[in-house]
């Protein structure tokens, strides 16, 4: 009696395992598409990549498509010192999500994302590419265009040539040669007047020793004069 009563529950509970197992199955199978439709399959430039220059836009390629309504997708892209490179909003055309891109980044550039599949199922990711820097001048390149700016322009023989005007010394020598001349012709002249004087003082002197003689020999021998005649006696 056990035994049959036995048997009957053992298959009630086999039966319930298959049924949970199925489920189990169901749901995994019915879940799986959903996970898929949400997954990034691709982006240009791709993740780990270096490009050359920062491209104008950015592309993001999903397993399915997302939806397009307004900020249902997000986008975020910056450069290695945390400024935006985003221009704008990013736009959606089926399972492809694209963002404008702006300046003219050097270095590590970050993108998150964040999007919606059409069933409303958000799911979000980030990845990351480099730009190359712009190549340094080589010091040819720099040091080519020194001569040029440094060497001035010659004068020309015009402007070496030009007389300039007479200076303030120059035109105060010419009137002094007359003063000169006239102070020499006033010495001569005071020259003369005083070697006329010396010659008639002398001329005078001359005379006056010679009526001297002329009357100490009249007065004769042995007297002399001013003394009274013997006939005064």
């Known amino acids: 009696m056990s ?11 086999s039966a319930a395992v298959a ?5 189990v199955v169901a749901v995994l199978t019915t879940a799986s598409p ?9 982006s240009d430039p791709a993740d780990g990549s270096t490009v050359a220059a920062l491209p104008a836009q950015l592309t993001l390629t999903f397993s399915a498509e997302i939806a ?21 909003a990013p736009s959606v055309s089926d399972n492809v999500l694209t963002q404008p891109l702006t300046g003219t980044a050097s270095g590590v550039v970050t993108v998150l994302w964040k999007v919606v599949s059409s069933d409303g ?8 590419f480099t730009v190359e820097g712009a190549p340094e001048p080589t010091p040819t390149d720099s040091a080519t265009p020194v001569p040029t700016e440094t060497v001035a322009p010659a004068p020309t023989p015009t402007e070496t040539l030009t007389p300039e005007p007479p ?29 006329l004087l010396v010659s008639r ?12 003689g002329q009357a100490q020999d009249a007065a004769g021998p042995g007297s002399t004069p001013g003394s009274p005649s013997d006939s005064d006696h």
């Open 201 to 212: 003082a002398r001329r005078e002197k001359a005379l006056d020793d010679a009526s001297a």
């Open 167 to 195: 200076t303030e010394s120059e035109s105060t020598d010419a009137p002094v040669w007359p003063w000169i001349l006239a102070g020499l012709a006033a010495v001569a002249v005071v020259g003369a007047i005083v070697y």
């Open 19 to 23: 049924a949970l197992a199925l489920a």
């Open 121 to 128: 199922h958000p799911t979000s990711g980030q990845f990351t």
């Open 68 to 88: 397009d309504d307004p900020g249902a997708s997000e986008m975020q892209v910056t450069d290695a010192s945390g400024a935006s490179l985003a221009d704008g």
């Open 34 to 42: 959903a996970l898929a439709h949400d997954a990034l399959i691709g």
């Open 3 to 13: 035994q049959t009563i036995h048997k009957p529950r053992t298959r009630r509970l």
